[in-house]
């Protein structure tokens, strides 16, 4: 017994020796960033500040929903913070916690509107973005109309400021990316139909859609007739046969890089309903079942501080949800679509139209409708409520098929999204 007691004094004496086990790494459970280089940037770039470490996982779409689903099913688990689209964490809304006490500022309302997923608590937070942008050669600038600004167009004005251009030049000088590979759909699902209707679905046909394709109508009046084979702008743009145009920001950054003092990236135009742009919006949840909703809540408050945003852009070319102070050594093209990009996502007027959701195997169909509609009715000239009515009975079916319910801008729908 006096050995016994003796061992244990020892023991209990040597406790205080042994280093307190560290916190656990945070599991950072993400469907973005999942190649090996942008992962293993995420973690000895972006993550390796944070205090405690942090295991950042990319992984594919059903792998990242089956293990989320099994924690949530036995009430406990080990991801600290989900990373995901907006179409990821959709259908999440039950098993997520309110993030509104995190510091949002310098993030658009609009698009802090979306991290709702439409319940009056912020389920989730912006976290990076890519979009699309105009673009402009600085030769075009003097052809402005009188009190434009350049940070917050209409189409109106967009429309005079190309008939300008192609006046004073002889030839039409804008480019659209109309080509086989060009993304002219996400256009007008982005972007000019949302801007006049307020909706991608389920005004499709309306009296706001048939003034939205006069508008286009005006617009390819001063468009340059090759860009029926554009697939990229930066080409047209550095060659000069464009001087202003609308892409993504991936297929405009070479002109940026190439040539950097000759060009300017600016917001997409306003219509009667809003600023409509398109963001590829990913975002960062947690969950209930966190298993330490302290450490989740600062790495997500970790990942929105500046720093961190660049840092994040780096490592995988999406941007900052919020403005923030480029370093000198970022591409051109970088410094020139930051700024542009939150000027469009923070702006009083904006409104968010996202990527089609639910759709399955059927997105590019639903892509298809609006391509056959800018060509029946830009192309070939057809009466336009004639060609509505027509591919809207398309688009009804294949949302049926689809069983698709509605995604921002429109309306939530119980069931498929409604046609009207």
Not at 76 to 97: F, K, R, Y
Not at 165 to 190: I, K, S, Y
Not at 207 to 216: K, L, M, Q, R, S
Not at 339 to 344: E, Q, Y
Request: with cysteine; net charge negative; charged share 15%.
């Amino acid at each position: 017994m006096k050995r016994i007691l003796t061992l244990t004094a020892l023991m209990a004496a040597a406790l205080p020796l042994i280093p307190a086990a560290a916190q656990a790494e945070a599991l950072f459970w993400s469907t973005q960033a999942k190649p090996v280089e942008e992962s293993q940037a995420m973690r000895e770039q972006v993550l390796a500040g944070f205090a405690g470490g942090v295991d950042y996982q990319g992984m594919d779409n059903g792998p990242w929903l089956t293990r989320i689903q099994a924690e949530l099913q036995a009430g406990n688990g080990s991801i600290a913070v989900l990373g995901g689209l907006h179409g990821d964490l959709t259908g999440l809304e039950d098993g997520l916690m309110d993030l509104s006490t995190i510091d949002t500022s310098g993030i658009g309302e609009a698009m802090l509107a979306l991290g709702a997923l439409g319940t009056d608590q912020q389920l989730y937070l912006p976290w990076m973005q890519a979009t699309y942008l105009m673009a402009a050669n600085r030769e075009a600038l003097q052809y402005l109309p009188a009190g434009a600004d350049l940070n917050a167009l209409t189409y109106d004005q967009l429309i005079a400021w190309a008939a300008a251009v192609h006046e004073a030049t002889g030839t039409p000088r804008f480019g659209f990316p109309a080509g086989p590979q060009g993304l002219r759909h996400r256009f007008f699902q982005g972007f000019l139909l949302p801007a006049y209707t307020g909706s991608t679905v389920t005004e499709f046909r309306s009296a706001d859609a048939v003034e939205a394709w006069g508008v286009f109508g005006d617009l390819w009046a001063h468009t340059t007739p090759a860009s029926t084979n554009y697939s990229f702008m930066q080409e047209p743009l550095l060659t000069g046969d464009v001087w202003i145009a609308f892409d993504h920001v991936a297929r405009l950054a070479d002109a940026f890089n190439q040539r950097p003092d000759d060009f300017v990236a600016f917001p997409a135009p306003a219509g009667p309903k809003g600023r409509a742009y398109m963001p590829v919006l990913a975002g960062l949840a947690v969950m209930k079942t966190a298993p330490d909703a302290a450490q989740s809540m600062a790495l997500v408050e970790y990942m929105l501080r500046p720093e961190t945003q660049i840092a994040t852009l780096r490592a995988t070319n999406f941007f900052p949800v919020k403005a923030v102070d480029m370093p000198a050594d970022m591409p051109a093209s970088v410094q020139a679509f930051a700024p542009a990009i939150a000027t469009m996502t923070g702006a009083a007027d904006a409104l968010p139209a996202l990527l089609p959701m639910g759709l399955g195997d059927k997105g590019g169909q639903f892509s298809q409708i609006y391509t056959d509609t800018f060509e029946q009715i830009i192309l070939a000239g057809r009466p336009v409520q004639d060609v509505l009515d027509a591919q809207a009975e398309v688009l009804r079916a294949l949302m049926v098929e689809a069983g698709a319910p509605c995604w921002a801008p429109d309306a939530p729908s119980d069931g498929p999204c409604p046609v009207n």
